[in-house]
Structure formats: structure tokens, C-alpha cells
């Protein structure tokens, strides 16, 4: 069964604006992990962090994992239009051979 | 590198008829996956690998079959095709288990049956 739900569906930024987008998940977990799709495209991976971790950092993206209530966001600093993708939050269970996926957050940037 | 390649990228089918859709990637991996992607319902597995010669089932495993008879291959196989299973098709495959890696991802295959 899906597991992450991200929040909002759709989110509609101007460029040098941030964006956040939030994933909520119902069971225990080893990491979790953040998508890119660009239309008709596959998914590229962003960034991974374990349940043991509260914050990460790479590049313009940040995330941040809060086990205790089960939720997770990702900040996309000073958005560019070529940001404009859906954003995808994955969980890994205990035993770590599958990825399960939420439906995804679809974000537009503006010139 | 090539990465995962996923072919075709498009196919129409009609109602009953079989195809297999081929996932190769060249980056020694050892785990392979199947995934579906629907409007509105995100990715869902349907079935897996974690090495040359075993498979198992995902989530949403019926009308499909998999087989894993050499490493860099994972083909998926509909044996009769409905309706229902008109969806984009994403493989994707990782190096270890995915408590410590990530997922690499083909292009998609677009099936869409009649």
C-alpha cells in the first residue's frame, strides 16, 4: 500500500520564491527518500535521509524528517522555472527491498 | 553508461492480446523493480527482484509476470491484456537494498490497451 502522502497536490510558485512540500507516512521506516519527475520523464532521485537523521542539506534542497510525527518536508530554495517538475516522497520499510511511493506533489514555477 | 532502458517506449494493445516489456541496465545492479504510475495514484510496484533468478510480488502483482534470467535483464510480461492495465511502466533498479541506496529509474513505457 502507498505509504507517503505529500501535501499539496499542486503548488504554483514565482521563480526566486521558496517551495515546500510536506510528506506524511503511517509506519515505521529506515530512511526516506525525495523524487524529481519532469514531464514524461523518469523519476531521478534528490536526496535520502534515515530515520536517525533530522535535517539534510544539498545544494538548494533541504529536507527535514520528524519521526515522532511521522512527516517529512522539502524546502526548494530561490525556485527556477526549470524546477517546475512533480516531487515525489518515497519510504523505505525494514526490510528495504521495495521503495513505496506517495502521489506526489506537482510544482510550477513562473518566469 | 546507459543506465535503465525500458523498450518499447509506447505500444497499443488490443484487449487479450501478450507483450513483454524489456528493462536492461548496465550499472551491475542487483535489484530491479517494476513500477506503475496512474494519474493520481503515484507509483505502485508490482513486482521485483533481488538478484539473477528469484522475483516476487509488489502491490498490485495481478495479470502481470516477471522473469529474471540474467542479471542486467527484468522483463514484464502480460499474458492478457485488459483495459486496466493501461498506464505508464517504469522500471527502475538500485545496487543494494534500499536502506542504504537509491532507485535508478528508466524512461517509461506507455501501454495503452484497447
Known amino acids: 500500500s502507498q505509504q507517503g502522502e505529500e501535501d499539496p497536490q499542486a503548488l504554483s510558485i514565482q521563480e526566486g520564491e521558496n517551495a515546500t512540500m510536506n510528506c506524511s507516512y503511517k509506519?515505521?521506516?529506515?530512511?526516506l527518500q525525495w523524487y524529481r519527475q519532469n514531464s514524461g520523464r523518469g523519476l531521478v532521485h534528490l536526496i535520502l535521509?534515515?530515520?536517525?537523521?533530522r535535517e539534510k542539506h544539498s545544494g538548494r534542497l533541504r529536507v527535514t524528517l520528524d519521526t515522532s510525527k511521522k512527516s517529512s518536508s522539502l524546502l526548494i530554495t530561490a525556485s527556477r522555472a526549470a524546477d517546475t517538475a512533480s516531487y515525489f516522497c518515497a519510504t523505505s520499510s525494514i526490510s528495504g527491498y521495495a521503495l513505496n511511493f506517495g502521489k506526489g506533489t506537482s510544482l510550477l514555477v513562473t518566469p | 553508461n546507459a543506465g535503465v532502458t525500458q523498450t518499447p517506449k509506447f505500444r497499443v494493445l488490443k484487449t487479450g492480446q501478450s507483450m513483454t516489456l524489456l528493462c536492461a541496465q548496465d550499472?551491475?545492479?542487483?535489484?530491479m523493480y517494476w513500477y506503475r504510475q496512474d494519474p493520481g495514484m503515484g507509483l505502485r510496484l508490482i513486482h521485483y527482484s533481488v538478484g539473477e533468478g528469484t522475483t516476487a510480488k509488489g502491490e498490485v502483482p495481478d495479470g502481470y509476470n516477471v522473469s529474471r534470467l540474467k542479471k542486467q535483464n527484468f522483463l514484464l510480461g502480460l499474458e492478457s491484456a485488459a483495459p486496466s492495465q493501461t498506464s505508464v511502466y517504469f522500471c527502475a533498479s538500485s545496487f543494494s537494498t534500499l536502506n542504504t541506496g537509491e532507485l535508478f529509474f528508466g524512461e517509461g513505457s506507455r501501454l495503452t490497451v484497447l
Open positions: 509506519t515505521s521506516i529506515n530512511n
Open positions: 550499472m551491475n545492479h542487483e535489484y
Open positions: 535521509i534515515r530515520s536517525n537523521e
